[in-house]
């Protein structure tokens, strides 16, 4: 199966090609452009240096947060549109698990992928990989404090391993908090389209164009008008 990936709920943008579980090709850049004007380019330009065409691709798969409102949104909106015009069904993943596999390897530890979700809070969740590389949620996507997260480690006595933009700044406080924390490779850090494909593997893709966001809290301009509600 040809799985076409996309990722775009963060500063970094990337397409992927995988088959039958299998990298073939990914373009990544984290740039800081505006992921509206590089995602369908890099989609574009990855099928026509493989000498594919989107009807060679079985499954159109996108990272459906959380993260960045806008970026998902513009990861979501290129993936329907490359599905709707290929006749093509759609798999919508988490980000945070798409992350987690970069690190199915990796056994005996806490997989906790992090995103700095400002306003003092982290989008993460935890997971853990069997002998056989299959990862097993251990808590839901969410938005929490740090602090939390720090609790739960001290009770865990696991090791955590961190992914993610807010990788660093997880890895950085616990370590001063003195829990055993690891980060990996600087080409596994961030978010990547190869992570949403693995993720699609194991989702049921739906010919469905009703694919939402998954933000987990409001967006700004949403919690400012409940603020207005209230004072009003």
């Known amino acids: 199966m040809r799985i ?10 990337s397409v992927a090609l995988t088959d039958n579980g299998s990298l073939i090709s990914q373009y990544f850049q984290a ?3 505006t992921h ?7 989609a574009e330009d990855l099928l026509s240096n493989l000498e594919l065409s989107l009807s060679d691709i079985d499954v159109i798969a996108a990272a459906k947060g959380p993260g960045s409102f806008t970026g998902i949104r513009i990861g979501l909106a290129a993936a329907k549109g490359l599905a709707w015009g290929g006749d093509k069904p759609i798999c919508g993943v988490s980000t945070l698990e798409a992350m987690a596999w970069h690190l199915s390897d990796r056994h005996g530890v806490i997989i906790c992928p992090a995103m700095d979700a400002r306003r003092g809070e982290i989008y993460n969740a935890k997971f853990i ?8 949620r251990v808590c839901d996507d969410r938005a929490v404090p740090l602090s939390i997260l720090i609790d739960e480690a001290k ?6 391993f961190f992914v993610g933009d807010g990788a660093r700044m997880c890895y950085n406080e616990f370590l001063e ?4 924390a690891f980060l990996p490779p600087e080409a596994l850090l961030l978010q990547s389209a190869w992570g949403v494909a693995r993720a699609a593997e194991q989702t049921k893709p739906e010919f469905s164009f009703d694919l939402v966001p998954n933000y987990l809290r409001l967006s700004q301009a949403e919690r400012e008008r409940l603020e207005r509600s209230k004072k009003n």
């Open 177 to 180: 908090n003195g829990i055993q």
């Open 31 to 33: 740039s800081a452009l």
């Open 129 to 136: 990989s069997d002998s056989s590389g299959n990862l097993q």
């Open 36 to 42: 509206s004007r590089t995602l369908l380019c890099m």
């Open 155 to 160: 009770n865990d006595d696991i090791p955590y």
């Open 4 to 13: 076409l990936a996309i990722e775009s709920s963060a500063k970094a943008a």
